[in-house]
């Protein structure tokens, strides 16, 4: 058994010494107790002959096996196995070194039978008394001041939780367990009784007088932790929580690292398996670009890329602010990992091509888009087109030129049966992705095509994105009410912002070009109900912060679809993916159409409207604005081809803004 080397601190020396100190006692003491503490005078002699061979004997024996390391206060049970080796080391020692030195000494048999036992007993206990007086100490002068709570589960999640929470300045004093398990009830976990059942919480705490819970059931399912929250706010209490599973597994936060409960605890899902081998093998050691890499998808992207070691992470985005918060957190987290920020726009030609020439990505994650309904349904609906249509178009024929392997777009489901301008032009952009597919699948057909992987991934909101309608409630909620929900009736898909990347990460790898992959949202959550929810979690009642409802805003629906009526999926290897079949697309429809987003100037919303309509039999606008131009299609200009040289540049920028109710994620 080796240690490292080093000279010793005056504290190591000062436990070694005590341990030499314990040697000396636990001899003497063996003799005491052999004779039933009457030390015949013919055995001192040996006594003393002796306790000269055994107590440096056993002393070297200490230091080899590294006892003085220990740090008392925190001494546990690696400590306690590291005590037996070495006495037991020393049970053998002791007698052997008797003989082969030939001690001329009367060694009783039980002294060297007791003599471990006492040893064992002297270092072991008096570390253990030590690491009790020291926890029982802190924790008297840390309690005057602590606040009572009640612990809901007592499973592994809350034998750590109370250890850290004994040994950490807490403001929590842990007054008792609650668990459904029949068999914990009535026993105690680091001296804290479990009380009932988790039903039985509400009862104990207005009998106690606490006003605080905490969650302590991470591995439970989302809809368990709802139901019980839900039960324990309806009561009056305030609810915490444990980190997830996946934050404490990822060592992001300890255990003891109580927060609020939140919307992502209650509404997520069960956590995604990943082929992490497939991942590995696809991102390790190669050159990641992410566009749109400060926005709420984007950024959660490029951390989950990094978990698998890409030899170089590009980050793309048009905000210098944005970009900034990622480069310092990367600097901050991982600063192993090679990361190049660069500013720049998906609608840049030039700049994309000077991005791909430097770098030479493997794989590009897009996720670059304007998301907010209302925002380009009025006043920027030809922008949209630009950003989302134009500029996916850009970037892929720069990612081909550049022989990137494969090419994800992150779409949305508004771009089913798209009801708004946002999500028309995002059916345009999977549209773009379709053309540009391999085609066949032969090794001719790769070439032509220039081997890249086109593939969309479309889900629909995402819980905490910036731009998405909880922030909007949290701030009504906390400025008094009231909280404004469009209709009573509206509903939506949710999902995890982590959740959702790894999905995104999971279509790129299975994807082979063209597909649309589709995410398993999901059940649907009324909006209303998801307000309610909210105003419970921040302690109020409906009677204190009114819901009124405004009305639909232009563009919106009342429910959201993940596929289109004359799409069917298919299954994918991965539970929560499956593969829309879309329609078939006319190549020189979808020139035409890029040709006019790339000539026009100034067309007004309604003129972009008029166009979709045309273009895309699908979109039906909720509320078809007044003065519709029927602009037909006869005499826009053609191109060649849908890969030719022609730069599309533009000033439009890289949108980072995600979903909610009123946006694209």
């Given amino acids: 058994m080796r240690y490292p080397k080093g000279a010793p601190s005056s504290r190591s020396l000062l436990v070694l010494a005590y341990d030499t100190l314990a040697s000396l006692a636990a001899w003497v003491a063996a003799y005491w107790l052999r004779f039933n503490m009457q030390l015949p005078p013919e055995y001192l002699p040996g006594l003393l002959d002796t306790v000269l061979w055994v107590v440096p004997l056993q002393t070297l024996i200490f230091w080899r096996f590294g006892l003085y390391r220990g740090i008392w206060r925190f001494a546990s049970l690696p400590d306690l196995r590291r005590i037996l080796i070495a006495v037991g080391v020393v049970a053998l020692a002791t007698p052997a070194a008797l003989i082969l030195f030939r001690i001329q000494a009367i060694v009783p048999r039980s002294v060297l039978l007791l003599d471990p036992l006492l040893l064992i007993l002297i270092m072991g206990g008096s570390r253990l008394m030590y690491r009790l007086w020291k926890e029982h100490r802190l924790t008297g002068l840390l309690s005057r001041d602590r606040q009572s709570v009640l612990v809901a589960g007592a499973g592994s999640a809350a034998d750590v939780l109370l250890r850290e929470l004994k040994r950490s300045p807490s403001r929590w004093r842990v007054e008792g367990l609650f668990d459904d398990d029949e068999g914990k009830i009535g026993r105690r976990m680091q001296d804290i009784p479990v009380l009932g059942r988790l039903a039985d919480l509400p009862r104990y705490a207005r009998h106690m007088d606490v006003r605080d819970v905490i969650l302590a059931l991470p591995s439970a399912q989302h809809a368990v932790r709802r139901q019980w929250t839900e039960t324990f706010t309806a009561a009056g209490l305030n609810v915490l929580t444990v980190p997830s599973l996946e934050d404490l597994m990822n060592g992001r936060v300890a255990i003891s690292s109580l927060r609020p409960i939140q919307l992502d605890d209650l509404l997520g ?334 067309s007004s919303d309604d003129q972009v409207r008029a166009r979709l309509r045309e273009w895309l039999p699908e979109y039906r606008p909720s509320e078809a604005p007044s003065g519709l131009l029927q602009i037909p299609l006869d005499g826009l200009g053609r191109r060649e081809s849908l890969g030719d040289g022609g730069g599309y540049a533009g000033l439009g920028a890289v949108g980072h803004v995600a979903g909610g109710v009123e946006t694209g994620h």
């Fill in 269 to 602: 899902r069960d956590p995604v398996k990943l082929d992490d081998a497939g991942l590995s093998q696809c991102l390790g050691n190669a050159v990641i670009l992410v566009t749109g890499a400060g926005g709420s998808i984007g950024s959660e992207l490029c951390r989950q890329i990094a978990h698998f070691r890409p030899a170089c992470l590009v980050m793309l985005e048009q905000s210098e602010y944005a970009l900034y918060c990622m480069e310092q957190e990367f600097a901050r987290r991982m600063p192993e990992l090679r990361v190049v920020s660069v500013i720049g726009d998906v609608k840049d030609a030039r700049r994309l091509d000077e991005i791909m020439s430097a770098h030479r990505p493997s794989v590009v994650f897009h996720a670059a888009a304007y998301k907010h309904v209302p925002l380009m349904e009025q006043e920027n609906a030809l922008q949209a087109l630009k950003n989302n249509v134009l500029g996916t178009f850009v970037l892929a024929r720069a990612a081909r030129a550049a022989g990137v392997h494969k090419f994800v777009m992150v779409s949305t489901d508004k771009a089913v049966n798209p009801t708004n301008v946002m999500g028309a032009s995002k059916r345009l952009a999977e549209m773009v992705c379709q053309v540009l597919r391999p085609r066949g699948g032969g090794p001719a057909d790769q070439a032509d095509s220039g081997g890249t992987r086109f593939i969309s991934v479309r889900f629909g909101n995402v819980l905490g994105s910036s731009g998405s309608v909880i922030p909007k409630f949290q701030q009504q909620i906390e400025s008094g009410g009231p909280v404004t929900v469009t209709h009573p009736e509206i509903t939506r898909f949710f999902m995890s912002i982590p959740e959702a990347a790894q999905l995104v990460l999971q279509a790129g790898l299975m994807g082979e070009g063209g597909e649309i992959f589709v995410l398993d949202m999901g059940e649907p959550i009324r909006i209303a109900d998801l307000a309610r929810l909210m105003i419970k979690l921040a302690g109020k009642t409906e009677d204190e912060i009114e819901i009124v409802y405004s009305g639909l805003r232009p563009g919106e629906k009342l429910y959201e679809e993940l596929l289109a009526d004359e799409e069917t999926t298919l299954p994918t290897p991965h539970p929560k993916l499956r593969v829309a079949r879309a329609r078939a697309v006319d190549e020189t429809q979808l020139r035409a159409i890029l040709d006019w987003i790339e000539g026009t100037a100034g």
